[in-house]
């Protein structure tokens, strides 16, 4: 067990909906970053929160947002959904930066229908 | 940005036999080299890594070589286990004063034979 919390485990939803997927990083953990991993991408890095601010950007799409809230537990909000949205979804915290060692939650698979 | 290469995509070996998964990366500023381990269902936990100012790092049946001239890494399994099979991905990132996300292989699917 990571310690990392994802939730909820499985979601299914319509072209252009809007759904948010939660996570809640390791305990003392102040980086959170969330993660797309589709078949055809494998893994791509979406951004990344530190301490309640927004640290980098990587492929996200201006459909997709996230915040981290004071608690450190953040959400990622995708909105204007899309088939191609059909991935798993990761969220992974560490202690510091990208050279600290990342833990992984067990995803959020969202299925757009 | 950084890219990383990974090879084989699949790679099936007898169980006790030896498996190598090979990176290469784009960006000589990269100096932390992650390994992870994704079986199915679960997502990925981190088995080894390595930092620039090393060449290579053993942890029990797992080694991790780096060569910064060539910009490649590898990972080594030795004396493979049925529970060795999984989707193995390699990383790389660079952290300089901001911070970014690590860059990740496509992944090895690796086999163990029984």
């Known amino acids: 067990d990571s310690g990392v919390t994802q939730t909820p485990k499985h979601l299914i939803t319509a072209t252009g909906q809007r759904v948010t997927l939660r996570c809640s990083p390791r305990?003392?953990?102040?980086?959170v970053y969330w993660y797309q991993q589709s078949l055809d991408q494998g893994l791509q890095f979406l951004i990344q929160y530190y301490n309640g601010e927004e640290r980098a950007k990587g492929n996200i799409l201006e459909r997709f947002s996230a915040q981290q809230f004071p608690d450190l537990h953040s959400e990622l909000n995708l909105s204007s959904l899309e088939l191609g949205d059909s991935a798993l979804y990761f969220c992974?915290?560490?202690?510091?930066?990208?050279?600290?060692?990342?833990?992984f939650g067990n995803g959020t698979r969202l299925t757009v229908t | 940005g950084e890219n990383v290469e990974q090879h084989p995509s699949t790679l099936s070996v007898q169980e006790g036999d030896s498996a190598v998964i090979k990176c290469t990366y784009s960006?000589?500023?990269?100096?932390?080299f992650p390994w992870y381990k994704q079986e199915l269902g679960k997502g990925p936990q981190l088995i080894i890594d390595i930092r620039s100012n090393v060449g290579e790092k053993k942890d029990q049946r797992i080694a991790v070589t780096l060569n910064k001239t060539a910009k490649h890494f590898s990972l080594h399994i030795t004396e493979t286990q049925p529970e060795d099979s999984a989707v193995y991905f390699c990383?790389?990132?660079?952290?300089?004063?901001?911070?970014?996300?690590?860059?990740f292989g496509k992944g090895t699917h690796l086999i163990i034979q029984p």
């Open positions: 990383a790389a990132s660079y952290s300089g004063g901001g911070a970014d996300g690590l860059t």
């Open positions: 305990s003392g953990d102040l980086s």
């Open positions: 960006d000589s500023a990269s100096n932390y």
């Open positions: 992974a915290s560490s202690v510091e930066g990208a050279n600290s060692p990342l833990h």
